[in-house]
């Protein structure tokens, strides 16, 4: 086992993943199904089909089909921007000085800067085959909006993208970014949608959140005809699509027999780490192989660590499904203070359940380590991280840290989800000093947890 490896594992064009790897065939405890918010029964795909793609809808209700062939077209998108490096962080071992073996798999080589563009051109293809016009969207700090943008123009669909209107103020290159590509625009919540008029009576001079954006853009979606609403993350298709990720990951690996201990990635809403732990999570589920799997989120926003696994609305206006996940209340917003994404106040229902059965962990880490983690890494890999997977970055070092102690030449394998070019105001914050680290009181979780809708 001797074959040097080398500082970047590439895939050939041949070698990338030919299909998606869906993690529910092999749950023997099954993610619990979406509800209909006014019948309290499970959500047909009749139902959802007035608001998502047919194909999509399929793919959301499917728990028994393991894989899902990649459609041609979008293979072929693929090979624009991957396979994505699988780099082995020999600087950072060295800086750190652990006998650890550090990978990471790195997501940012696109015009997006992230994992997301993986699942948009996906949401984009199927909605061209259906003849739609246009999708809506949500996006909170941007990169799913300008994944969804590029992927839009790439099929001539017109794209609505509601952005989080502190995002949309404190990012305004984003925005120029998706106009770019064609897309329209708004600050949510705004006054061109009823949930939005309401959200703003309710709550003036609110900054926004996600829930409120998806409130939006799920409203404008089903009552334009010719278009569908599509989501960023959360959503079991979208983990489907971000299997792409462990995939080229494990073939990587497994061309250097090399088999990880420790699988990190970041949780917002959990896509990049479903995506990132599909492959070695299905080898858990069929006893095949055993691996310590972590979820980090932000402190702030500790969805895993310290919210409840329940059914809740999985946006604020409550025009959506409810989901079963861990969550912190879908009227949950992170204090404006925090810089680092992942404000998401649920889970993808997937991880919530692989969760609750033990089969991974979930860390909280406080967004001026994640920075102080950011930086460390940067200066000695090169590649200025998104806060987000900055939270990945902590984890993983701390991790790397632990085996010095204990000499441990443990593999660690993490998802660097992507870059932080537009995350450099809240950079600044921290290299000013001024950067807080805000963790919610148990009395302020308790108020939005007690909301939560009753479901039997
Ligand atoms: C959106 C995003 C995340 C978090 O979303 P998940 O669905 O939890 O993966 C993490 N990192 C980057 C760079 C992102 O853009």
């Not at 972590?294 to 329940?310: N, V």
Request: charged residues 25%.
């Amino acid at each position: 086992m001797s074959k040097e490896i080398p500082y970047k594992i590439y895939l050939t064009e041949e070698e990338m993943p030919k299909a998606w790897y869906n993690m529910r065939a092999d749950m023997k405890n099954k993610p619990a199904p979406l509800l209909n918010p006014g019948t309290l029964k499970p959500m047909t795909a009749e139902e959802l089909s007035g608001v998502f793609c047919e194909e999509l809808v399929k793919q959301e209700l499917d728990d028994k089909t393991a894989y899902f062939e990649i459609p041609e077209e979008i293979r072929n998108f693929y090979k624009m921007y991957r396979p994505s490096p699988l780099v082995r962080a020999y600087c950072l071992e060295k800086k750190l000085g652990t006998p650890a073996k550090i990978y990471y798999k790195f997501e940012g080589n696109n015009t997006s800067g992230s994992h997301k563009l993986n699942s948009a051109i996906a949401q984009a293809y199927y909605a061209k085959k259906q003849g739609l016009k246009g999708v809506t969207t949500e996006t909170g700090a941007g990169q799913w909006g300008t994944a969804l943008s590029m992927a839009c123009s790439y099929f001539e669909l017109d794209c609505k993208v509601y952005m989080v209107k502190v995002s949309y103020e404190q990012k305004p290159f984003r925005r120029e970014v998706m106009r770019t590509y064609g897309a329209s625009v708004t600050p949510s919540p705004s006054e061109t949608t009823n949930v939005g008029r309401k959200i703003l009576a309710a709550h003036p001079g609110t900054t926004g959140s996600l829930g409120c954006a998806i409130s939006e853009a799920v409203e404008v979606a089903t009552s334009t005809p010719g278009y569908r609403y599509v989501l960023g993350s959360v959503l079991n298709q979208v983990l489907l699509h971000q299997s792409v990720i462990g995939l080229e990951t494990k073939a990587a690996l497994d061309k250097y027999g090399i088999k990880p201990d420790v699988i990190i990635g970041c949780a917002g809403g959990g896509s990049n780490l479903g995506g990132l732990i599909a492959p070695f999570m299905g080898e858990k589920l069929r006893g095949e192989a055993d691996y310590q799997i972590i979820a980090i989120e932000p402190a702030s926003c500790p969805s895993f660590t310290r919210g409840k696994y329940a059914y809740d609305f999985c946006d604020t206006g409550m025009v959506c499904p409810l989901s079963k996940m861990y969550t912190l209340g879908s009227d949950f917003i992170p204090a404006p203070n925090h810089a680092g994404g992942l404000r998401y106040h649920g889970m993808s229902t997937t991880l919530s359940q692989l969760y609750d059965d033990g089969l991974m962990e979930a860390r909280s880490v406080k967004q001026t380590e994640v920075f102080e983690a950011a930086e460390t890494f940067a200066r000695v890999e090169g590649i200025l991280p998104a806060p987000e997977s900055s939270h990945a970055i902590k984890a993983a070092i701390d991790e790397a840290l632990k085996c010095k102690e204990t000499g441990e030449e443990k593999t660690i394998v993490f998802g660097l989800t992507g870059t932080g070019y537009f995350d450099l105001v809240a950079y600044e914050k921290f290299h000013d000093g001024i950067m807080e680290d805000y963790i919610p009181t148990d009395a302020e979780l308790a108020e939005s947890l007690a909301k939560l809708p009753k479901v039997e």
